[in-house]
Protein backbone atom coordinates (compact mmCIF):
# COMPACT_ATOMS: atom_id res chain seq x y z
CA UNK A 1 0.00 0.00 0.00
CA UNK A 2 1.59 3.21 -1.05
CA UNK A 3 -0.31 5.80 0.88
CA UNK A 4 2.38 8.81 0.63
CA UNK A 5 -0.26 10.93 -1.02
CA UNK A 6 -2.43 10.82 2.71
CA UNK A 7 -1.36 12.16 6.00
CA UNK A 8 -2.84 9.32 7.45
CA UNK A 9 -0.87 5.91 7.03
CA UNK A 10 -3.39 2.89 6.64
CA UNK A 11 -3.25 -0.27 8.75
CA UNK A 12 -4.26 -3.22 6.77
CA UNK A 13 -3.95 -6.34 8.32
CA UNK A 14 -4.56 -9.95 7.02
CA UNK A 15 -5.50 -13.04 9.55
CA UNK A 16 -7.68 -16.17 10.87
CA UNK A 17 -10.16 -13.43 12.17
CA UNK A 18 -9.50 -10.15 10.36
CA UNK A 19 -8.67 -6.84 11.99
CA UNK A 20 -10.40 -7.68 14.82
CA UNK A 21 -7.38 -9.85 15.97
CA UNK A 22 -5.30 -6.36 16.32
CA UNK A 23 -7.87 -4.26 17.78
CA UNK A 24 -8.73 -2.50 21.02
CA UNK A 25 -12.19 -4.22 21.24
CA UNK A 26 -13.94 -0.61 21.65
CA UNK A 27 -17.57 -1.52 20.37
CA UNK A 28 -20.11 1.56 19.89
CA UNK A 29 -22.87 1.48 17.34
CA UNK A 30 -23.62 4.07 14.74
CA UNK A 31 -26.31 6.80 16.09
CA UNK A 32 -29.57 6.90 14.16
CA UNK A 33 -28.65 9.79 12.89
CA UNK A 34 -25.49 8.45 10.91
CA UNK A 35 -27.47 7.01 8.52
CA UNK A 36 -29.79 10.11 7.66
CA UNK A 37 -27.06 12.85 7.28
CA UNK A 38 -28.30 14.25 4.03
CA UNK A 39 -31.98 14.92 5.47
CA UNK A 40 -30.74 16.09 8.44
CA UNK A 41 -27.71 17.99 7.75
CA UNK A 42 -27.91 18.22 3.43
CA UNK A 43 -24.51 16.78 3.39
CA UNK A 44 -23.12 13.57 1.63
CA UNK A 45 -26.01 11.09 1.05
CA UNK A 46 -28.54 9.47 3.37
CA UNK A 47 -28.19 5.29 3.49
CA UNK A 48 -31.19 2.94 1.95
CA UNK A 49 -31.65 1.20 5.62
CA UNK A 50 -31.93 2.84 8.49
CA UNK A 51 -30.59 2.14 11.98
CA UNK A 52 -33.80 0.82 12.99
CA UNK A 53 -34.02 -1.77 10.13
CA UNK A 54 -30.29 -3.00 11.72
CA UNK A 55 -31.19 -2.96 15.44
CA UNK A 56 -31.87 -6.72 15.62
CA UNK A 57 -28.70 -7.39 14.01
CA UNK A 58 -26.51 -5.58 16.39
CA UNK A 59 -28.19 -7.30 18.95
CA UNK A 60 -27.62 -10.39 17.79
CA UNK A 61 -23.86 -9.55 17.06
CA UNK A 62 -23.19 -8.26 20.38
CA UNK A 63 -24.50 -11.53 22.12
CA UNK A 64 -21.74 -13.41 19.47
CA UNK A 65 -19.56 -11.26 20.18
CA UNK A 66 -19.74 -10.70 24.07
CA UNK A 67 -20.15 -6.98 24.18
CA UNK A 68 -19.93 -5.04 27.76
CA UNK A 69 -21.17 -1.97 28.93
CA UNK A 70 -24.22 -0.12 30.73
CA UNK A 71 -27.70 0.01 29.47
CA UNK A 72 -29.43 3.58 29.73
CA UNK A 73 -27.43 5.45 27.56
CA UNK A 74 -28.97 9.32 26.75
CA UNK A 75 -26.68 9.08 23.64
CA UNK A 76 -28.80 5.94 22.00
CA UNK A 77 -31.97 4.42 21.53
CA UNK A 78 -32.00 2.32 24.66
CA UNK A 79 -29.95 -1.18 24.58
CA UNK A 80 -31.34 -4.75 25.10
CA UNK A 81 -28.91 -5.91 27.69
CA UNK A 82 -25.10 -6.20 27.28
CA UNK A 83 -22.73 -7.70 29.66
CA UNK A 84 -21.51 -5.72 33.34
CA UNK A 85 -19.32 -2.74 31.70
CA UNK A 86 -15.09 -3.03 32.17
CA UNK A 87 -14.61 -1.33 35.56
CA UNK A 88 -13.22 2.10 34.73
CA UNK A 89 -10.10 2.39 37.17
CA UNK A 90 -9.41 5.26 39.11
CA UNK A 91 -8.37 7.30 36.15
CA UNK A 92 -11.80 6.95 34.25
CA UNK A 93 -13.54 7.96 37.43
CA UNK A 94 -11.36 10.72 38.17
CA UNK A 95 -12.32 11.95 34.40
CA UNK A 96 -15.38 10.93 35.06
CA UNK A 97 -15.99 13.47 37.42
CA UNK A 98 -14.31 16.06 35.13
CA UNK A 99 -17.36 15.83 32.32
CA UNK A 100 -19.95 16.13 35.61
CA UNK A 101 -18.54 19.00 36.26
CA UNK A 102 -19.22 20.54 32.43
CA UNK A 103 -22.31 18.48 32.37
CA UNK A 104 -20.62 16.96 29.35
CA UNK A 105 -22.29 13.44 28.42
CA UNK A 106 -19.96 10.50 29.22
CA UNK A 107 -20.53 6.80 29.45
CA UNK A 108 -18.98 3.62 30.12
CA UNK A 109 -17.16 2.25 27.16
CA UNK A 110 -19.12 -0.70 24.86
CA UNK A 111 -16.61 -2.99 24.50
CA UNK A 112 -15.98 -6.31 23.16
CA UNK A 113 -14.60 -7.65 26.31
CA UNK A 114 -16.26 -10.72 28.38
CA UNK A 115 -16.63 -8.67 32.03
CA UNK A 116 -18.79 -12.72 33.04
CA UNK A 117 -17.60 -15.69 31.02
CA UNK A 118 -19.98 -15.70 27.88
CA UNK A 119 -20.03 -17.88 25.43
CA UNK A 120 -17.89 -20.76 26.87
CA UNK A 121 -15.41 -18.20 26.15
CA UNK A 122 -13.24 -16.76 30.12
CA UNK A 123 -14.15 -13.09 31.52
CA UNK A 124 -11.07 -10.34 31.15
CA UNK A 125 -8.06 -11.10 33.54
CA UNK A 126 -6.34 -7.84 32.34
CA UNK A 127 -3.31 -9.69 30.68
CA UNK A 128 -2.58 -6.57 28.64
CA UNK A 129 -3.37 -3.61 26.12
CA UNK A 130 -5.80 -5.58 24.28
CA UNK A 131 -4.89 -4.57 20.80
CA UNK A 132 -1.88 -7.06 20.33
CA UNK A 133 -4.65 -9.80 20.66
CA UNK A 134 -5.74 -11.65 23.81
CA UNK A 135 -4.32 -15.56 24.73
CA UNK A 136 -6.98 -15.61 27.32
CA UNK A 137 -10.02 -14.88 24.48
CA UNK A 138 -12.08 -13.19 26.23
CA UNK A 139 -11.69 -10.15 23.93
CA UNK A 140 -14.57 -10.49 20.94
CA UNK A 141 -12.16 -11.40 17.51
CA UNK A 142 -13.77 -13.00 14.84
CA UNK A 143 -11.48 -16.26 15.33
CA UNK A 144 -13.17 -17.10 18.71
CA UNK A 145 -16.74 -15.75 18.10
CA UNK A 146 -17.64 -16.73 14.79
CA UNK A 147 -15.17 -19.01 13.04
CA UNK A 148 -15.93 -21.88 15.29
CA UNK A 149 -19.08 -21.76 14.74
CA UNK A 150 -18.27 -21.74 10.63
CA UNK A 151 -16.08 -24.93 10.75
CA UNK A 152 -18.70 -26.85 12.24
CA UNK A 153 -20.91 -25.90 10.03
CA UNK A 154 -18.44 -27.18 6.97
CA UNK A 155 -16.99 -24.00 6.48
CA UNK A 156 -13.47 -24.89 4.62
CA UNK A 157 -10.87 -22.11 5.21
CA UNK A 158 -8.10 -21.50 2.35
CA UNK A 159 -4.66 -19.40 4.94
CA UNK A 160 -2.06 -18.09 3.20
CA UNK A 161 -3.98 -17.76 -0.28
CA UNK A 162 -4.97 -14.60 -2.29
CA UNK A 163 -7.88 -14.20 -4.70
CA UNK A 164 -6.93 -11.82 -7.57
CA UNK A 165 -9.86 -12.20 -9.58
CA UNK A 166 -13.43 -12.41 -9.46
CA UNK A 167 -14.87 -14.71 -13.12
CA UNK A 168 -18.07 -14.30 -14.50
CA UNK A 169 -19.68 -15.96 -17.36
CA UNK A 170 -21.52 -15.65 -20.22
CA UNK A 171 -24.65 -14.57 -18.56
CA UNK A 172 -22.65 -12.00 -17.03
CA UNK A 173 -22.93 -13.68 -13.24
CA UNK A 174 -20.31 -14.36 -10.93
CA UNK A 175 -19.21 -17.95 -11.43
CA UNK A 176 -16.30 -17.98 -9.34
CA UNK A 177 -12.88 -16.91 -8.51
CA UNK A 178 -9.20 -17.46 -9.38
CA UNK A 179 -6.54 -17.74 -6.86
CA UNK A 180 -2.97 -18.02 -6.19
CA UNK A 181 -2.14 -20.70 -3.13
CA UNK A 182 1.05 -20.81 -0.63
CA UNK A 183 3.07 -22.18 -3.72
CA UNK A 184 2.34 -19.44 -6.28
CA UNK A 185 0.09 -21.60 -8.24
CA UNK A 186 -3.06 -20.28 -9.82
CA UNK A 187 -6.33 -22.07 -8.64
CA UNK A 188 -9.89 -21.93 -9.48
CA UNK A 189 -12.89 -21.95 -7.36
CA UNK A 190 -16.72 -22.00 -8.74
CA UNK A 191 -19.37 -20.73 -7.05
CA UNK A 192 -22.84 -19.48 -7.37
CA UNK A 193 -22.54 -16.68 -5.14
CA UNK A 194 -19.28 -14.61 -4.34
CA UNK A 195 -19.49 -12.64 -1.46
CA UNK A 196 -16.24 -10.47 -0.96
CA UNK A 197 -15.42 -8.98 2.24
CA UNK A 198 -11.78 -7.97 2.06
CA UNK A 199 -12.02 -4.19 3.79
CA UNK A 200 -12.57 -0.64 2.56
CA UNK A 201 -8.61 -0.90 0.86
CA UNK A 202 -8.53 -4.68 -0.55
CA UNK A 203 -12.16 -4.87 -2.03
CA UNK A 204 -11.82 -1.90 -4.30
CA UNK A 205 -8.88 -3.42 -5.21
CA UNK A 206 -9.88 -7.17 -6.15
CA UNK A 207 -12.98 -5.18 -8.23
CA UNK A 208 -10.49 -3.46 -9.84
CA UNK A 209 -8.36 -5.74 -10.91
CA UNK A 210 -11.32 -7.94 -11.69
CA UNK A 211 -11.33 -6.75 -15.50
CA UNK A 212 -13.66 -8.18 -18.76
CA UNK A 213 -15.58 -7.40 -21.48
CA UNK A 214 -18.57 -6.22 -19.46
CA UNK A 215 -16.42 -4.39 -16.86
CA UNK A 216 -12.76 -3.62 -18.88
CA UNK A 217 -12.24 -1.18 -15.96
CA UNK A 218 -12.71 -3.17 -13.12
CA UNK A 219 -15.75 -5.17 -11.75
CA UNK A 220 -19.17 -3.11 -10.94
CA UNK A 221 -16.96 0.57 -11.79
CA UNK A 222 -19.52 0.59 -15.01
CA UNK A 223 -20.19 3.76 -13.01
CA UNK A 224 -16.48 4.85 -12.05
CA UNK A 225 -17.27 4.93 -8.70
CA UNK A 226 -15.29 1.63 -7.18
CA UNK A 227 -12.53 3.22 -4.92
CA UNK A 228 -13.92 6.57 -4.23
CA UNK A 229 -14.69 7.85 -1.52
CA UNK A 230 -12.64 6.36 1.02
CA UNK A 231 -12.88 7.66 4.66
CA UNK A 232 -10.30 7.10 7.40
CA UNK A 233 -11.86 9.00 10.29
CA UNK A 234 -8.78 11.50 11.11
CA UNK A 235 -8.21 11.11 15.05
CA UNK A 236 -6.65 13.83 17.01
CA UNK A 237 -4.85 12.67 20.70
CA UNK A 238 -4.29 14.54 24.03
CA UNK A 239 -2.79 13.27 26.59
CA UNK A 240 -2.55 14.51 30.25
CA UNK A 241 0.02 13.73 33.25
CA UNK A 242 -1.70 13.40 36.83
CA UNK A 243 0.19 13.99 39.72
CA UNK A 244 -1.45 10.92 41.71
CA UNK A 245 -0.87 7.44 40.93
CA UNK A 246 -3.83 6.78 39.21
CA UNK A 247 -3.17 2.93 37.98
CA UNK A 248 -4.03 4.32 34.89
CA UNK A 249 -2.12 1.26 33.07
CA UNK A 250 -4.23 -1.15 34.59
CA UNK A 251 -7.55 -2.68 32.21
CA UNK A 252 -7.81 -2.49 28.18
CA UNK A 253 -5.98 1.06 26.78
CA UNK A 254 -9.41 1.85 24.57
CA UNK A 255 -12.24 0.51 26.79
CA UNK A 256 -12.72 2.96 29.41
CA UNK A 257 -15.06 5.74 28.72
CA UNK A 258 -16.72 7.33 26.02
CA UNK A 259 -18.24 10.95 25.67
CA UNK A 260 -20.41 11.50 22.67
CA UNK A 261 -21.32 15.76 23.89
CA UNK A 262 -20.24 16.66 20.67
CA UNK A 263 -21.51 13.87 18.04
CA UNK A 264 -24.58 15.64 16.79
CA UNK A 265 -24.44 18.76 14.33
CA UNK A 266 -24.60 21.85 16.41
CA UNK A 267 -25.77 25.56 14.85
CA UNK A 268 -22.71 27.26 16.66
CA UNK A 269 -19.98 25.20 15.23
CA UNK A 270 -17.61 25.91 11.90
CA UNK A 271 -18.40 22.16 10.85
CA UNK A 272 -21.00 19.56 10.49
CA UNK A 273 -21.65 16.32 12.43
CA UNK A 274 -18.91 15.90 15.26
CA UNK A 275 -16.88 13.70 17.08
CA UNK A 276 -16.30 11.10 20.23
CA UNK A 277 -13.82 11.52 22.96
CA UNK A 278 -12.56 7.90 23.73
CA UNK A 279 -11.07 8.16 26.70
CA UNK A 280 -7.21 5.71 26.56
CA UNK A 281 -5.60 4.34 29.58
CA UNK A 282 -2.11 4.85 29.95
CA UNK A 283 0.64 3.33 28.20
CA UNK A 284 1.87 -0.35 29.73
CA UNK A 285 5.72 -0.08 31.10
CA UNK A 286 7.74 -0.33 28.22
CA UNK A 287 5.56 1.66 26.05
CA UNK A 288 5.84 4.26 28.81
CA UNK A 289 9.80 3.98 28.81
CA UNK A 290 10.17 4.34 25.23
CA UNK A 291 7.55 6.99 23.85
CA UNK A 292 8.63 8.77 27.30
CA UNK A 293 12.15 8.79 26.18
CA UNK A 294 11.40 9.98 22.48
CA UNK A 295 8.84 12.64 23.56
CA UNK A 296 11.77 14.39 25.87
CA UNK A 297 9.50 13.47 29.51
CA UNK A 298 12.45 10.56 30.31
CA UNK A 299 15.84 10.82 30.50
CA UNK A 300 18.58 7.67 30.60
CA UNK A 301 20.82 8.03 33.58
CA UNK A 302 20.63 8.61 36.87
CA UNK A 303 17.55 10.12 37.00
CA UNK A 304 15.63 7.79 34.86
CA UNK A 305 13.36 5.85 37.40
CA UNK A 306 12.77 8.76 39.50
CA UNK A 307 11.30 10.59 36.57
CA UNK A 308 9.34 6.61 35.34
CA UNK A 309 7.71 6.71 38.70
CA UNK A 310 6.43 10.08 37.79
CA UNK A 311 4.76 9.01 34.64
CA UNK A 312 3.98 5.64 34.58
CA UNK A 313 0.44 4.77 35.70
CA UNK A 314 -0.15 8.79 35.68
CA UNK A 315 -1.08 9.63 32.47
CA UNK A 316 -3.97 9.20 30.33
CA UNK A 317 -5.07 9.65 26.62
CA UNK A 318 -8.19 11.54 24.60
CA UNK A 319 -8.65 9.98 21.10
CA UNK A 320 -10.98 12.55 19.36
CA UNK A 321 -12.37 10.01 16.60
CA UNK A 322 -13.93 12.64 13.89
CA UNK A 323 -16.61 11.98 11.53
CA UNK A 324 -15.24 11.52 7.90
CA UNK A 325 -17.70 13.17 5.22
CA UNK A 326 -17.24 11.26 1.87
CA UNK A 327 -15.49 13.29 -1.23
CA UNK A 328 -14.76 11.21 -4.31
CA UNK A 329 -11.12 12.67 -4.41
CA UNK A 330 -10.44 10.60 -1.95
CA UNK A 331 -9.72 7.41 -3.01
CA UNK A 332 -8.50 3.66 -3.90
CA UNK A 333 -5.95 3.14 -7.43
CA UNK A 334 -4.63 0.25 -8.45
CA UNK A 335 -0.45 0.31 -8.16
CA UNK A 336 1.06 -1.30 -11.68
CA UNK A 337 4.53 -0.02 -10.19
CA UNK A 338 4.44 -1.91 -7.24
CA UNK A 339 3.14 -5.50 -7.03
CA UNK A 340 2.29 -8.44 -4.41
CA UNK A 341 4.10 -11.79 -4.01
CA UNK A 342 2.00 -13.51 -6.14
CA UNK A 343 2.33 -10.63 -8.97
CA UNK A 344 -1.00 -8.41 -8.00
CA UNK A 345 -0.78 -4.56 -8.22
CA UNK A 346 -0.76 -2.85 -5.09
CA UNK A 347 -2.71 0.27 -4.12
CA UNK A 348 -2.31 3.60 -3.96
CA UNK A 349 -4.17 5.52 -1.61
CA UNK A 350 -5.17 9.36 -2.67
CA UNK A 351 -6.89 11.28 0.75
CA UNK A 352 -6.81 14.76 1.79
CA UNK A 353 -8.71 15.82 5.19
CA UNK A 354 -11.38 18.29 4.08
CA UNK A 355 -11.45 21.47 6.10
CA UNK A 356 -14.62 20.31 7.90
CA UNK A 357 -12.29 17.35 9.49
CA UNK A 358 -9.87 19.95 10.30
CA UNK A 359 -12.32 22.34 12.27
CA UNK A 360 -14.06 18.72 14.37
CA UNK A 361 -10.20 18.24 15.28
CA UNK A 362 -9.22 21.18 16.22
CA UNK A 363 -12.54 21.65 18.25
CA UNK A 364 -12.24 18.39 19.86
CA UNK A 365 -8.51 18.77 21.04
CA UNK A 366 -9.58 22.28 22.76
CA UNK A 367 -12.54 20.54 24.52
CA UNK A 368 -9.89 17.72 25.78
CA UNK A 369 -7.94 20.02 27.03
CA UNK A 370 -10.42 21.63 29.45
CA UNK A 371 -11.36 18.19 30.48
CA UNK A 372 -7.69 17.44 31.22
CA UNK A 373 -7.93 21.01 32.96
CA UNK A 374 -11.33 20.32 34.95
CA UNK A 375 -9.63 16.77 36.10
CA UNK A 376 -6.77 18.88 37.05
CA UNK A 377 -4.35 16.96 34.76
CA UNK A 378 -1.15 18.55 32.70
CA UNK A 379 -1.76 18.09 28.80
CA UNK A 380 1.50 16.80 27.49
CA UNK A 381 0.85 16.36 24.21
CA UNK A 382 -1.60 17.27 21.75
CA UNK A 383 -1.48 16.81 18.01
CA UNK A 384 -3.53 16.10 14.90
CA UNK A 385 -4.01 14.24 12.73
CA UNK A 386 -2.15 11.14 14.60
CA UNK A 387 -0.66 9.32 11.28
CA UNK A 388 -0.56 6.01 12.17
CA UNK A 389 -3.96 5.67 12.57
CA UNK A 390 -5.57 4.43 9.38
CA UNK A 391 -7.13 1.82 10.96
CA UNK A 392 -11.06 2.63 10.00
CA UNK A 393 -11.34 1.55 6.11
CA UNK A 394 -14.61 3.04 4.62
CA UNK A 395 -16.75 3.87 1.70
CA UNK A 396 -14.94 2.63 -1.42
CA UNK A 397 -18.08 0.39 -2.52
CA UNK A 398 -20.85 2.26 -1.04
CA UNK A 399 -24.39 0.97 -1.03
CA UNK A 400 -27.57 2.97 -2.39
CA UNK A 401 -30.58 2.62 -4.34
CA UNK A 402 -29.50 4.08 -7.34
CA UNK A 403 -26.96 2.05 -9.93
CA UNK A 404 -25.49 5.11 -11.50
CA UNK A 405 -24.49 6.61 -7.24
CA UNK A 406 -23.77 3.69 -5.91
CA UNK A 407 -21.67 0.11 -6.42
CA UNK A 408 -24.48 -2.30 -4.27
CA UNK A 409 -27.56 -2.04 -2.84
CA UNK A 410 -29.06 -1.71 0.83
CA UNK A 411 -28.21 -5.90 1.16
CA UNK A 412 -24.89 -5.39 -0.22
CA UNK A 413 -25.78 -7.14 -3.38
CA UNK A 414 -24.40 -5.56 -6.53
CA UNK A 415 -26.39 -3.70 -8.53
CA UNK A 416 -24.95 -5.07 -12.17
CA UNK A 417 -24.64 -8.51 -10.90
CA UNK A 418 -27.04 -10.08 -8.58
CA UNK A 419 -24.99 -13.43 -7.21
CA UNK A 420 -22.11 -10.78 -6.09
CA UNK A 421 -22.31 -9.19 -2.80
CA UNK A 422 -20.16 -7.35 -0.30
CA UNK A 423 -20.56 -7.27 3.47
CA UNK A 424 -17.57 -4.82 4.62
CA UNK A 425 -17.18 -1.24 5.62
CA UNK A 426 -16.84 -0.47 1.74
CA UNK A 427 -20.34 -0.06 1.45
CA UNK A 428 -20.48 2.32 4.10
CA UNK A 429 -21.92 5.83 2.72
CA UNK A 430 -20.92 7.79 5.66
CA UNK A 431 -18.02 7.11 8.26
CA UNK A 432 -19.71 8.12 11.55
CA UNK A 433 -18.01 9.65 14.23
CA UNK A 434 -17.29 6.16 15.96
CA UNK A 435 -15.46 2.83 15.66
CA UNK A 436 -17.13 0.91 12.43
CA UNK A 437 -16.66 -2.71 13.40
CA UNK A 438 -19.90 -2.95 15.57
CA UNK A 439 -21.76 -1.39 12.79
CA UNK A 440 -19.93 -3.28 10.00
CA UNK A 441 -20.94 -6.55 11.53
CA UNK A 442 -24.61 -5.63 12.15
CA UNK A 443 -24.74 -4.79 8.11
CA UNK A 444 -22.94 -8.22 7.09
CA UNK A 445 -25.69 -10.35 9.23
CA UNK A 446 -28.06 -8.00 7.83
CA UNK A 447 -26.94 -8.65 3.93
CA UNK A 448 -26.37 -12.73 5.07
CA UNK A 449 -29.76 -12.97 6.60
CA UNK A 450 -31.27 -11.38 3.07
CA UNK A 451 -29.07 -14.26 0.88
CA UNK A 452 -30.60 -16.84 3.12
CA UNK A 453 -34.12 -15.34 2.69
CA UNK A 454 -33.72 -15.00 -0.86
CA UNK A 455 -31.30 -17.47 -1.98
CA UNK A 456 -33.09 -19.47 -5.00
CA UNK A 457 -33.88 -15.77 -6.86
CA UNK A 458 -29.97 -14.87 -6.22
CA UNK A 459 -28.79 -18.16 -7.80
Not at 235 to 261: M, R, T, W
Request: proline content about 5%; overall charge negative.
Amino acid sequence: IDDSKSPISIANFNGFGGSTILYSAHFPRFHPSDFRVKTLDDVAEDWPLSYYELNPYFDENEKMMGVSGLVGDTAYPEYNSLLPPVPLGNMGKELAKAFNKKNWHWWPSYAAINTDKHNNRASCINLGPCNIGCSQGAKGSVDVTYWPLARLNGIEVYTESRVHEITLDSKGLVDGVLYMDINGNECQCKAKIVIVACSGIGTPRLLLHSKSSAFPDGLLNDNGLVGKNLMLHPLAYVEGIFEKDLQSSLGPHGCCILSQEFYETRVEHDFLRGYTMQILRGAPPIETAISGYFMRQLSIGKKHHEQFEKLFNHTAGIAIISEDLPELYNRVELDYDNKDFFGMPGVKVFYEMSDNSKNILKHGMKMSKEIFSEAGAKVTASFAPVKQTGWHLMGTARMGTSPQTSVVNKYGQAHQVKNLFIVDSSVFVTSGAANPVATAQAVTLFSCNYIRENISNII
